[in-house]
């Protein structure tokens, strides 16, 4: 167990810092872009203009699921996640937004895992929620100072995301001229 939850804003409770349960992991993978995939998403997209769907996209294109295995960068995202148990990529897509596109909160049923992998940097655009925030706002708010709904990692192009697919998670919209790209899988375990 972890005592490395939040710091706490009332140091008369500094003494009584808890034992965390039941906690939420989220494996933040730190990589360098490989040289091409960012122009294998634009092109992508052009080539399938008109064919995207709608799904948690509000604006932007998605594009419908493909394998792992029809992937370019299959076999380096397998490799990157090479450290997780007996596991399969069940589908993925690609998702590029710009200016004002976004993604609604949602999670990923019938998944263990949520795969986010950020082809440009994602400025803190993501939002994935504390799936604790609304049963223990006032709790949250009395020992931290704050209500702790949920966090925004920073991400930079290459970077990998995952955590649990029943945590919701949405994207604000992108104010920045230049499209935001992601590719997405649902990662079952065996």
Aim: hydrophobic letters at 30%.
């Amino acid at each position: 167990m972890s005592n490395n939850y939040r710091e706490y804003s009332n140091k008369k409770y500094e003494e009584f810092l808890p034992n965390m349960l039941f906690e939420t992991p989220l494996w933040h993978l730190k990589k360098e872009l490989p040289d091409g995939v960012y122009e294998l998403a634009l092109d992508f997209e052009k080539k399938n203009e008109g064919k995207g769907r709608m799904i948690s996209n509000i604006g932007g294109y998605q594009s419908y699921p493909f394998a792992i295995e029809e992937f370019p960068f299959g076999d380096y995202i397998c490799e990157c996640t090479s450290f997780l148990p007996d596991h399969y990529f069940a589908n993925g897509w690609l998702n590029i937004n710009r200016n004002n596109d976004y993604n609604v909160y949602h999670d990923h049923p019938q998944s263990d895992l949520t795969f986010i992998w950020f082809i440009t940097d994602n400025n803190g655009e993501l939002n994935i929620r504390n799936p604790h925030s609304f049963s223990r706002h006032k709790m949250y708010k009395s020992l931290t100072g704050e209500a702790y709904n949920g966090i925004s990692p920073i991400c930079t192009a290459g970077d990998m995301l995952l955590f649990p697919a029943d945590v919701l998670h949405g994207v604000s919209p992108t104010n920045k001229p230049e499209p935001r790209i992601s590719i997405s899988f649902n990662i079952i375990f065996k």
